[in-house]
């Protein structure tokens, strides 16, 4: 059975006609060279073979894994203003459904995940238009997007999802790769609605960063999971520096293990970020020098959450949830 990472980023600065867009503050942080060569591009390679540079090398890095088969690359909507239409002053990070769909065409290991702002009026039909496009799932970050999952208004979107069969992938927990960030958009709480309404509902990182109420998220999101059959969440960026040993608390929670869906945050594992060596206590020196030396970063994080106790189920779970073509 192939094994699909289903939470994977792209970036575009609007070359070769892209449509994507970055923010001149998001441009001008540390974060945005980090993330160039992460990806393993730089802006003049962009500027003269456009944004769809980015995809291509994420395919050929994909492609020579032993363990992971695909990649959902996931598109990213922006902020709306009142007239409904894209707010670039409040829009750090932009990816287009239509750019990334045709990208994605181009190569038969990358998925396309798409992302509509709920609040366009229009939101109805570009879901439809991005399940005529295959896409396997619906990304929202709902503290840059500025959309709130408990908003009643997005009843109908959350409707029409579920007539789809469109998972909502959705992160949950503290946002820390933007400029700025609602965090309180991100409480798991504000999940039951669209749960209530029948949507898949995948909860990014399993919201094992920060607090709501006064509540951490992860025990939040946990009281989710007795309540709601159709809630999931994902295990990407849970061994990253920032992360230490949240991937062995969500994994003592074996009731979980069905529910959860194998993803990487690619490209931070192609980083520093997530070395081996930051666990060296739960893996010993041995160990931890032997999965250092993975060159692929797949094979890599796949090898290090196997290590760290991931069961080797988790890894195929995702294939009996996307809407694969």
């Known amino acids: 059975m192939s094994v699909i990472d289903i939470h994977c980023h792209t970036a575009g600065v609007g070359a070769g006609g892209s449509g994507c867009f970055i923010s001149t503050r998001l441009r001008e942080s540390w974060r945005y060279r980090f993330y160039l060569a992460s990806f393993g591009v730089t802006d003049a390679e ?126 949950t927990g503290e946002e820390q790769s933007f400029t700025r960030a609602d965090n309180s958009l991100s409480d798991p709480n504000r999940l039951r609605l669209p749960l209530d309404e029948g949507v898949t509902v995948i ?57 959860l869906l194998y993803g990487t945050d690619m490209p931070l594992p192609a980083t520093a970020l997530t070395s081996p060596w930051f666990h060296l206590f739960s893996l010993g020196p041995f160990a931890a020098r032997r999965l250092a030396a993975i060159r692929n970063p797949w094979d890599r994080d796949v090898a290090l959450k196997l290590a760290l106790g991931m069961p080797e189920q988790i890894l195929h779970n995702a294939a009996g949830l996307l809407r694969l073509a």
């Open 203 to 259: 909860a990014a990182h399993c919201a094992t960063s920060g607090r709501s109420e006064g509540q951490r998220n992860r025990h939040r999101l946990l009281a989710l999971f007795a309540a709601y059959p159709n809630l999931h969440a994902d295990i990407s960026s849970l061994t990253q520096v920032n992360r230490l040993g949240h991937l062995q608390w969500v994994l003592k929670h074996r009731e979980l293990h069905e529910r």
């Open 46 to 171: 962009l500027e003269r073979e456009g944004d769809g540079l980015v995809l291509r090398r994420l395919a050929e890095r994909l492609a020579v894994s032993t363990r992971v088969q695909a990649a959902v690359v996931l598109a990213l909507d922006g902020a709306i203003d009142s007239r409904g239409n894209l707010d670039q002053t409040r829009t750090e990070l932009f990816i287009p459904n239509d750019f990334l769909s045709g990208q994605c065409r181009r190569y038969p290991n990358l998925l396309f995940g798409a992302s509509v702002n709920p609040l366009r009026p229009d939101a109805l039909d570009r879901l439809d238009a991005a399940a005529a496009a295959s896409a396997v799932l619906v990304k929202w970050l709902p503290s840059i997007q500025g959309t709130d999952p408990a908003d009643r208004r997005l009843v109908p979107f959350y409707r029409r999802l579920a007539e789809l069969g469109l998972p909502l992938l959705t992160h």
